[in-house]
């Protein structure tokens, strides 16, 4: 069997500017096409491009400095994944570019609005931006923007709630902010966007919120104040449904598992995922160290027992959750020289799994393809 760290690079793409952020396109006979977010910090005064990472530790923290003015630029970039007919040979060919300011996070919409293929944006300007991608020309245009606030905030994550398809539900996206607030934005089908719930979840910055994609009245966050909340939207959000500390560090990544109504995961910057059963939220099921922060988690989109993991300092894997609900890694891309942020699987079947992944310093996007039961 090979060792797990075997994994081999496809192909790999200089974004230019520092990435952090990739996501497939989640529609039938668009599965190829990826978009990619970039974070690039510049002085104000000078022209020369530095890189900086998303506030891995608070000392370092370059969103809250003051005192060296500086522009987060950013671009939203779109590739074509080709392959020729036997799979075998795959490369990226880049069809557009869009500045922007810095991209923190970007999803699909998984359904479509008003026949469109909307991505959302989340940017350093405390701007939400949809985008569509058009069908004629293989391009993003520009729908809307909306500020969730005066600009002094970042957003720094964001979510759909539709991900399962219920068409009886409101479209809805949820934000988190780099303010400790939490804000959920209605979308209608004219792409009218309004603010429906906003409230200060955690003391630092809100790293994370995202949808209980079963019952969407429910939003779970993680925050730089170690703890991981659950909110019901039908209910004030004075106080949370529970708060946990269980990790031990910056809680930066969740995701409910949109195959097991009850199973959600966490991420933090102590190295460990941790499992957990939505009916009794009171400690985990199970944990799983990966050796670095983790900033991102995915769900296959059809295997209900793997997820991937974005570890910052220690690469992406692929992990496992096996019939005793235990934990393993099954494979591992350590290619890249820099932090691991941005991961996502492609969403055809034509391939046993492909994943595009990315990292801050090196600018680098790769493809590569891991082993699956």
């Known amino acids: 069997m090979p060792n797990i760290y075997d994994t081999p690079s496809l192909c790999s793409f200089d974004t230019e500017y520092s990435a952090d952020s990739v996501e497939f396109c989640p529609f039938e006979q668009f599965f190829q096409y990826l978009a990619c977010g970039t974070y690039q910090l510049s002085d104000s005064d000078s022209s020369k491009q530095e890189t900086t990472q998303i506030n891995e530790n608070k000392e370092k923290d370059e969103f809250n400095k003051v005192d060296t003015p500086k522009k987060r630029l ?50 350093s300007t405390g701007m939400i931006s949809l985008y569509n991608l058009l069908q004629n020309n293989n391009q993003f245009d520009l729908i809307t923007k909306y500020a969730t606030n005066n600009e002094e905030n970042l957003c720094l994550s964001l979510d759909w709630s539709n991900r399962m398809g219920d068409l009886n539900q409101k479209t809805s996206i949820v934000v988190s902010q780099s303010d400790g607030n939490v804000v959920v934005l ?12 906003k409230w200060m979840a955690h003391d630092f910055e809100a790293w994370i919120a995202t949808f209980n ?36 560090a910056g809680v930066c990544s969740i995701q409910s598992n949109h ?34 922060g983790v900033w991102r988690l995915k769900w296959h989109p059809t295997k209900k027992n793997y997820f991937l993991a974005a570890c910052m300092h220690n690469g992406f894997h692929v992990i496992k959750v096996e019939e005793d609900i235990t934990m393993k890694t099954t494979n591992s891309f350590m290619k890249h020289e820099s932090l691991a942020y941005g991961v996502d699987w492609d969403y055809s079947d034509q391939r046993t799994s492909l994943i595009a992944s990315c990292s801050f310093y090196d600018h680098i996007i790769h493809l590569w393809e891991p082993t699956l039961d």
């Open 74 to 123: 950013g671009r939203l970039l779109l590739y074509k994944v080709n392959k020729n007919e036997d799979g075998h040979k795959v490369e990226l060919q880049e069809l557009q570019r869009i500045d922007t300011p810095a991209i923190l996070d970007m999803k699909w919409s998984h359904q479509l609005i008003d026949n469109k293929r909307i991505l959302a944006i989340a940017d």
């Open 259 to 292: 195959h097991s109504e009850h199973h959600l995961i966490t991420g933090s910057y102590d190295e460990n995922i941790l499992l957990w059963d939505t009916r009794s939220m009171k400690r985990p099921i199970n944990d799983h160290n990966v050796g670095g």
């Open 213 to 248: 994609y079963w019952d969407t009245n429910l939003i779970y966050t993680g925050g730089d104040d170690c703890l991981f909340k659950g909110w019901d939207l039908r209910i004030s959000q004075s106080t949370p449904l529970f708060s946990s500390k269980k990790h031990q």
């Open 186 to 197: 209605s979308v209608d089908n004219q792409f009218g966007i309004h603010e429906t719930n």
